[in-house]
């Protein structure tokens, strides 16, 4: 409905080409009556020329018509899709992490894409239905009731049995389409999986494996495509059967009507013709609800994200947050997810421009302190302040405005170096991006590539190196300008040289700014101001790389199980 209110007046104008087709198809049929009477049975030259001229007219007009038809509905269906896709994928955007990390790529990709098509062929089918089709038979049996009402009587016994059919199909329709779609799904996935895998694929020869997959989801939906065929087709041959009982039943009192009754043999002829005219239309009428149930169902799953509740939502009355030191303080804080428990009762503090480590085993809970302080998730007990300010009572924009991110897995765009680098201030003009580059050590290399800031860094910036994406993030976060940065062991995937690099620029990232990092490897924390141990959820142990080591706590046995008790890390 919301469709058809937005383009309302367009589907005025094709309900009139479409009322023009009904009204030419019609009197195509009722011009058979005065071609057999003046022509064959009065033998009339002049009225000839008459007919001749104004099946002419009728047949360009009826051409004309469903031109405009089809093109008006051809821009609303490609306007349909496209706004449908905008507020799919806005929605989407606008949901919380623990919603994408629930739902599948491919699940999404087929919402966005074969539902949001699905909504358009829905529309245009009843549309269509309505506008063409039904205005045609309405037309034509007019036609047929002003020539002989016994006759259409006649030729209306075929309604009851094929609606029976129809309904039956429809139920069968929507449990083989709802199997469809999952099957759609499952054949992006293993695409996706399989194209941003490649190396791993290939590494441990899984090609096999992956062809495998793919053939087995491909054949499904071959197989659930081709029960919806075989469906929607039993329409035809019942309607046939239908239709040739109809106009044999007609034929046969027809004929005895003008044979034995006198009847017009031009009323007849044009009965005849309408009744064959009214066929086609009138099947796909009983087509109509199997195909529309079929794409109802892809309508009704696009529904399912766009009724979807914004995941991530703003408190009533949230201010900017405003950060003029950069101190996060962690207040107790639990956090699970679901059933399972992450954080028990966390506190701590990261003083201004200071560096401030987090280790622990996995599972420590380190990971869900950054989640927590970006707003992706939302504590079930305590507080979190920057400078004093819980970030709950804040706007979220705000809060990750004043938070730079790096990670070891570095993700960028799919676009040029320069668009990278600007996605940490968009509006930035090409001195500041060029000063970021410089600043982390990106700057020679970006120059060495083939276009310089233009290169493309392809999907997932596969086209450099580790190393160069690493100082292409920290040139982004550098341009951020953000008071509090993030590092999740921004160098753990690095060779000695590479890594050498980005320390110097994570150096000039850090300067000024509270930073804390996620430190898997503990040799790159001993220089931290503060090292916060967890364990299970908790800090157990806090303090500085040589105070943590004299005491016989768990950071000393994680340095010595990382080292082999060298004592390297004293």
Known sequence: MENARAFAWQYALAFVFMGVIAATTAASAWIMRDIINQVFLERNATMVLAIAGVVLVIFSLKGAATYGQMVVL??????????????????????????????????????????????????????????????????????????????????????????????????????????????????????????????????????????????AAVAEVERQSNKIVRLTARTSPVMETLGGVAIALVILYGGYAVIELGSDPGAFFAFITALLLAYDPARRLARLNVNLSNNLVGVRLMYEVLDRAVGETETAGSAPLAVPEGRVTFEDVRFHYGETPALDGLSFEARPGEITALVGPSGAGKSTVFGLLERFYTPNAGAIRIDGQDIRAADTASVRAALAFVSQDTFLFNTTVRENIAMGRPGADEAAIRQAAIEANAHEFIMGLDQGYDSEVGE????????????????????????????????????????????????????????????????????????????????????????????????????DLQFNGSGAAS
């Open 460 to 559: 997932g910036g596969g086209r450099l190196s580790g190393g160069q994406r690493q100082r292409i993030a920290i040139a982004r976060a550098l341009l951020r300008d953000a008071p509090i940065l993030l590092l999740d062991e921004a160098t753990s995937a690095l060779d000695s040289e590479s890594e050498a690099k980005v320390q110097a620029a994570l150096a000039n990232l850090m300067r000024g700014r509270t930073t804390l990092v996620i430190a898997h490897r503990l040799a790159t924390v001993r220089e931290a101001a503060q090292i916060v141990v967890m364990d299970r959820g908790r800090v157990v142990e806090r303090g500085s790389h040589g105070e943590l080591h004299a005491r016989d706590g768990l950071y000393r046995r994680l340095c």
């Open 74 to 215: 051809g821009r609303i269906g490609n306007a349909i899709v496209a706004a449908t896709q905008r507020r799919l994928f806005e929605t989407i955007t606008r949901q919380d992490v623990a919603f994408f990390e629930s739902s599948g790529l491919g699940d999404l990709a087929t919402r966005l894409s074969h539902n949001a098509s699905a909504a358009r062929a829905a529309l245009d089918m009843v549309v269509t239905a309505v506008g063409r089709d039904l205005l045609t038979v309405i037309a034509l049996v007019a036609v047929m009731v002003a020539q002989d009402p016994v006759m259409s009587l006649i030729a209306l016994v075929i309604a009851p049995p094929a609606i029976l059919l129809v309904a039956g199909l429809v139920r069968r329709v929507r449990r083989v389409a709802k199997s469809q779609f999952v099957s759609l799904s499952r054949i992006l996935s293993v695409a996706q999986e399989t194209v941003t895998g490649i190396r791993t694929v290939k590494a441990f020869g899984a090609e096999e494996r992956m062809r495998a997959d793919m053939n």
